[in-house]
């Protein structure tokens, strides 16, 4: 095996820190990718894949991506929920590959909700 420069080193560093701040660091903003039975076999994975691939490719340090359970709407599916720190949290259904980009473009990265994709604002509450 080859000796590990110190600039190797650097490169490993940063890759594990994103790694890390993705799924507990601090940030701005929590992704929640809805990840039930229902979930993954509508394509769940295909938009936590490419939600990892975007936010690693694009260097976003400030966003946790983390994924749950059924969120109850099996026929919504894939579904994922964006909470920006200071506002409302949005669920958004029947996601694609390209409508999880537009999502982060548009609302993650701008702050404009797209509402022509989203089920719900708000947070749910329970008694």
Do not use: F
Not at 40 to 52: C, F, P, Q, T
Not at 92 to 112: F, R, S, W
Request: with cysteine; hydrophobic share 40%; glycine share 8%.
């Amino acid at each position: 095996m080859p000796k590990l420069s110190i600039e190797d080193l650097i490169k490993i560093k940063a890759k594990v820190e994103g790694k890390i701040t993705m799924r507990d660091g601090s940030h701005r903003v929590k992704i929640n990718v809805h990840m039930g039975t229902c979930g993954i076999a509508a394509g769940a994975r295909k938009i936590m894949n490419v939600l990892i691939h975007e936010i690693e490719k694009r260097g976003l340090t400030d966003i946790i991506l983390t994924s749950s359970g059924c969120a109850g709407l099996c026929n919504r599916e894939p579904m994922a929920t964006i909470e920006v720190k200071g506002t409302a949290p949005v669920k958004y259904i029947d996601l694609t590959e390209e409508k999880i980009i537009e999502i982060l473009d548009e609302h993650v990265i701008a702050g404009n909700v797209l509402k022509d994709y989203a089920l719900a604002m708000g947070s749910e509450t329970t008694y």
